[in-house]
């Protein structure tokens, strides 16, 4: 093996190991700046010795081995050695690190460590700006750098959010346990949060010239598919992979050969990833089956899933994604939700049944500055014959959205109706 090919074997261990060491390790050391450095300074270690000694059988194995000699190092630096040696570096040996029992080693990849740090990302404590980076840092694994480039500002501003994030954790003497029951239910509604925010902003970024970011995307389902894993029980979590599964299923058609977006009537359904869409229809399954009542996550993917199951546009069942939207609005409260369910009303009952309710949400002060209000108002002014009114809706629209790619869209519309001002 080259050294290239060994550097690159390492940054894809790392990439799938790196959120299980980093959780192990703030189990034992409880502080989340040291368990990170002393990850990295395994991966530094790999660096140096796998291209010369070759890729161990365990790799995560290795890499934790080699992080919890570097904490008894610091321990012992710091004159803490008797007890902490103890609890860190029970039942390791002197040799190599290739020499290692990875069975011996594997006491410590336990499932509870991945969802605690999962927890602790996401504690109240932090903003929800920091929830998502530092996810995406500890738990997704992706560099400074990387998520910086994801949402559009600079890797200052997402090194200084990140270190602040620790340091209020640390402040606040966060416990780096599992919360108790009667917390994690609020505690897990945070993590969905903070994915499911990832994976909007990949599906349908807020700002720049892209109408997509798949690989935010991507991150975000592998993090639910995680979660699902680790948290097999909770119908919510099942209910948010079905969702992302089944909207990601579409990635492909909603973008044209220019990058342009492609709007969901207007899409070529044999471009839809059947793959991703039968995965999500088994989680929607699953969560169906755990639920005594639908959360919202299960109601939007069972929104979702109309849509995939209808082999045209024509086919969608209407009336029932307005009634889930019903639903859902009920339990949520949403004006957004409620601006989707006018949509739903319209393709189900005409576009004044969906205008009614729009001009209703008109007076709502959080969809003041909401693009997709105008957005969706011009469609059913122009759907009603009044063009005139419909090009000013899309001219609104198209001046209220951040993203490049979608005011370009918006701005056609509204040259399309150029005739009727």
Known sequence: MTSSQAHRTVEAVWRRESARVIAGLVRMVRDLSLAEDLAQDALVAALQQWPQDGIPANPGAWLMAIAKRRAVDHFRRLERLERK?????????????AGLDPAALDVDYIEDDMLRLMFICCHPVLSLDARVSLTLRLVGGLTTKEIARSFLTSEATIAQRI????????????????????????????????IYLVFNEGYSATAGQDWMRPA???EA????????????????????????????????????????????????????????????LQALGRAESLAAEPGPYQ???????????????????????????????????????????????????????????????????????????????????????????????????????????????????????????
């Not at 040696?85 to 690190?97: F, H, K, N, V």
């Not at 089944?246 to 471009?271: K, T």
């Not at 409620?338 to 009952?349: D, H, K, Q, S, T």
């Not at 009603?384 to 951040?402: S, V, Y």
Request: with cysteine; proline share 5%.
């Open 299 to 421: 109601l939007q993917a069972a929104i979702s899933a109309c849509h995939a199951r209808a082999r045209m546009a024509s086919e969608t069942d209407w009336p029932r994604i307005a009634e889930l939207y019903a639903a859902l609005s009920a339990r949520s409260g949403s004006p957004v939700v409620e601006l989707n369910r006018a949509v739903a009303l319209a393709m189900a009952y005409g576009p004044q049944a969906g205008l009614d309710l729009v001009d209703q949400l008109a007076a709502v002060p959080a969809l003041r500055d909401y693009h997709l209000l105008p957005s969706v108002r011009g469609d059913l002014l122009a759907r009603l014959g009044r063009p005139a009114e419909a090009q000013r809706e899309f001219q609104r629209a198209a001046a209220l959205t951040g993203n490049e790619r979608e005011r370009t869209l918006l701005l056609g519309r509204a040259a399309e109706h150029q005739a009727g001002s």
């Open 85 to 97: 040696q103890s609890e860190l570096a029970r039942g390791l040996d002197t040799g190599s690190p």
């Open 163 to 194: 270190v602040r994030a620790k340091r209020t954790v640390a402040a606040a003497r966060v416990p780096f346990e599992a919360p108790s029951q009667a917390e994690r239910a609020d505690r897990l509604a945070s993590v969905l949060e903070v």
């Open 216 to 218: 935010l995307c991507e």
């Open 221 to 280: 389902m592998r993090l639910g598919r995680v979660l699902a894993g680790l948290a097999s029980q909770q119908p919510e979590v099942h209910g948010l992979v079905a969702l992302m599964e089944l909207q990601a299923a579409r990635s492909a058609a909603r973008v044209g050969p220019a990058g342009e977006p492609v709007l969901l009537l207007d899409q070529d359904r044999a471009r839809w990833d059947q793959l991703l869409i039968r995965r999500g």
